[in-house]
């Protein structure tokens, strides 16, 4: 089996990046991480990296006049691991067509919202303001729309009277460690793709994301499918 490449720009911590290297060491992952990619230096994800030893890069954004030229010196240093997908996993910029309209296709990123709700920042605040029921994440395909692409995965979590911005960032939190690695898995199985202006499963447009259970289920089901 030929395993994926996958490269994961992060900007903080990088627990996502933690589950999905995780997964990657499974006997049966479909993908691996060739890189990791930051656009801040003290970034603690690059020490999680490199204790996986997966080679590491730092593209400072403070050095660039545009967000045209950072998005150019990403591409250029992301295209030097060759990678099938790109994805984003907490990355903190705003992205450009110098870097969408590339990768159109073959990047994801995991909003924690259950877009469209909440674009942008603060979504955990905005939600618990909004006296929402539920609140939870989404991981859709990365376009030129800010947090607009098309969605493949949605999970939600409730939201409950005590609940604090903290307490509702660590419960979405937890769920994004789930979902992201199987979508990923998803993804390099050849069982998810883009099909514009949709996401596909085999082929057919989503009529709606896909959950944790039906995650399960799908992976479970097609265990040899290897685009």
């Keep these: ?30 993908y691996e991480i060739v890189g990791v990619l930051s ?3 003290e970034a603690y994800g690059l020490t999680r990296a490199k204790q996986a030893g ?13 967000r045209e030229s950072f998005d150019a010196a990403l591409v250029e240093q992301i295209d030097l691991w060759k990678p099938e997908w ?33 674009r942008g920042l603060h979504t955990h605040r905005r939600a618990l303001e909004a006296g ?19 969605i493949i995965c949605q999970q939600a979590v409730p939201v409950e009277g005590q609940d604090t911005e903290e307490s509702l960032q660590k419960k979405v939190h937890a769920q ?6 199987r979508v ?20 057919t447009p989503l009529q709606k994301p896909l959950d944790l259970e039906a995650l399960d289920a799908l992976l479970a089901d097609s265990p040899a499918a290897v685009g």
Aim: charged share 15%; net charge negative.
């Design 86 to 118: 790109v994805v984003l996993a907490g990355f903190m910029r705003i992205l450009t067509p110098v870097f969408t309209d590339h990768y159109l296709g073959r990047a994801v990123n995991i909003h924690p919202s259950l877009l469209p709700k909440y």
């Design 1 to 30: 089996m030929q395993r994926k490449p996958v490269v994961v720009l992060i900007s903080g911590s990088g627990s996502n990046l933690q589950a999905l290297l995780d997964w990657s060491h499974r006997a049966d992952s479909h």
């Design 184 to 203: 990923v898995e998803a993804l390099a199985r050849g069982l998810i793709r883009y099909c514009p202006p949709h996401a596909c499963l085999h082929d």
């Design 54 to 66: 997966v080679p590491v890069a730092v593209v400072d954004h403070t050095l660039f006049d545009s």
């Design 176 to 181: 994004e460690h789930l979902t992201y690695p």
């Design 39 to 41: 656009n801040r230096p």
């Design 132 to 150: 929402d029921a539920e609140h939870g994440l989404s991981i859709h395909f990365v376009t030129s729309e800010l947090d607009g692409g098309p």
